[in-house]
């Protein structure tokens, strides 16, 4: 009693009182609430908290376990029934056909062309030239009338007759019958008997006693211990300081909205919570940018800025209750659409089914904020299915007619921003089925 106010008294002066076990002098402020009217659209609120990590102790606990000892085996005995089974021949003979056969010789002839030759001798004469040297003399006379000659060897050709015998031989054939033995055989078939010995396999019941050894144990007591982690206490990490501003966007006022709101702060994270609800508005977080910064040894600061946007009910089901859905150009690349004015495409989904004949050639799911989205002209909105940007199949021929199947519904955003997903109304919807044919 004496230490609990002497703790009192030193965290009112603002030191930490350490008898025996850690206290906190940072007064803690984790959540606060915001109830919005539409009268102030920027309201802030200061969250104090703190950053721990918790501290665990190993610890031996004593235990008593148990183990089995083997005290002796029993003999245990059964009767068994089994198959006994044994193996006997049986001869089988069946008539077979067996060929025969005598080996024999058989003389075999044919006719060959022989060629006989005879040696001659002819003779052969030919017309060849032959030539000669023959001295002749020459004579010429000079200026004085003296007369002077020479003798010259001049060559003298002639043709005649010449002949020489030459061997030659002279061939004749003739056919002659060449005959040979060739080994044969002569087959015949005989009918003969084969017989075997065929395994035949006969069982019957019978009954035996089977005994085995049984081990017997029991249970024996020993003192063990187990390791545990065993929760000490909570330490500071960081005492946190979280300013937090909220900006609230509302459009298409219908009715007085009364919503209330819980931000909270958990370690560094800021969450915005609604509590209570008009029922008339979806809440949506469109944007939450959080900083944070380390001030001083173990002190941070957040600042915070969610900006929360009210969307009337009322609004959301005008575009679905005009029922405005068309199609304004297919092509073999794009499929462009047009619907009443879509304000808010995030909460929007569109479903295309394309099918040639009774087959279906492109199925697909998408949010219309993931579309190329042109903002609204004359109170219609367009929004582009470019197959290609969509990384769909390449699959719609040009000039070729098509049943498209249209479906615009009221979808729920994947990230969880919406913070009042119950009042999304899931069955409102657009469909449309038309024939067209593609550019």
């Known amino acids: 009693m004496v230490r609990t106010k002497f703790c009192n008294l030193l965290t009112i002066l603002g030191v930490l009182c350490q008898i025996g076990f850690p206290v906190s002098a940072h007064a803690e402020k984790t959540s606060d609430e915001i109830f919005f009217d539409g009268s102030h659209l920027e309201q802030s609120v200061t969250l104090t908290g703190q950053q721990t990590h918790p501290v665990y102790e ?24 089994r198959q006994q089974c044994e193996t006997h021949y049986e001869k089988q003979c069946y008539p077979i056909t067996r060929r025969e056969c005598t080996p024999t010789t058989r003389r075999e002839c044919h006719t060959e062309t ?7 001798t002819r003779r052969e004469c030919s017309q060849e030239r032959v030539c000669e040297d023959v001295p002749e003399q020459v004579c010429r006379t000079d200026a004085q009338g003296n007369q002077h000659c020479r003798t010259v060897i001049a060559r003298r050709c002639h043709t005649e007759n010449q002949c020489r015998d030459v061997s030659d031989r002279v061939c004749r054939s ?53 390791t545990e982690q065993v929760y000490l206490r909570d330490e500071l990490d960081f005492n946190v300081t979280a300013n937090v501003i909220v900006d609230f966007q509302i459009e298409d006022v219908s009715t007085t909205p009364r919503e209330k709101f819980k931000v909270s702060l958990n370690g560094e994270r800021i969450d915005l919570s609604l509590i209570e609800s008009s029922d008339q508005y979806l809440v949506l977080i469109d944007k939450l940018d959080t900083k944070v910064s380390t001030t001083a040894p173990k002190e941070k600061k957040i600042e915070s800025n969610i900006k929360v946007k009210l969307i009337s009910i009322d609004a959301l089901k005008a ?46 799911v998408s949010n219309v904020s993931s579309l190329n989205y042109e903002s609204p002209r004359a109170g219609f909105s367009t929004f582009t299915l470019d197959f290609a940007k969509l990384e769909l199949p390449s699959v719609i021929q040009r000039g070729v007619k098509y049943k498209v199947g249209l479906r615009l519904f009221v979808k729920q955003p994947k990230d969880g921003s919406l913070l009042n997903p119950k009042l999304l109304p899931k069955s409102l919807e657009i469909t449309r089925l038309i024939s067209i044919r593609s550019l």
């Not at 190993?58 to 029934?81: A, F, N, Q, S, W």
């Not at 022989?114 to 001659?120: A, G, Q, S, Y």
């Not at 462009?336 to 697909?364: D, R």
Request: with cysteine; proline share 6%; charged share 30%.
């Open 114 to 120: 022989r060629t006989e030759c005879t040696p001659i």
């Open 319 to 364: 575009p679905i209750e005009r029922n405005l859905l068309s199609i304004e150009r297919f092509s073999s690349k794009e499929l462009i659409l047009s619907s009443s004015e879509l304000k808010y495409p995030s909460l929007f989904g569109i479903e295309t089914n394309i099918k040639k004949g009774s087959s279906t050639v492109l199925l697909n």
């Open 58 to 81: 190993d610890r031996v606990i004593p235990k008593t376990c148990y183990k089995d000892e083997l005290i002796g085996y029993e003999r245990e005995c059964h009767m068994e029934d």
């Open 174 to 226: 003739y056919p002659e019958q060449v005959c040979n033995d060739v080994r044969d055989e002569i087959c015949h078939d005989v009918s003969d008997t084969e017989c075997r010995d065929i395994p035949r396999e006969t069982c019957h019941p019978v009954s035996e006693q089977v005994c085995n050894d049984v081990p017997q144990y029991r249970q024996v007591a020993y003192d063990c211990s187990t």
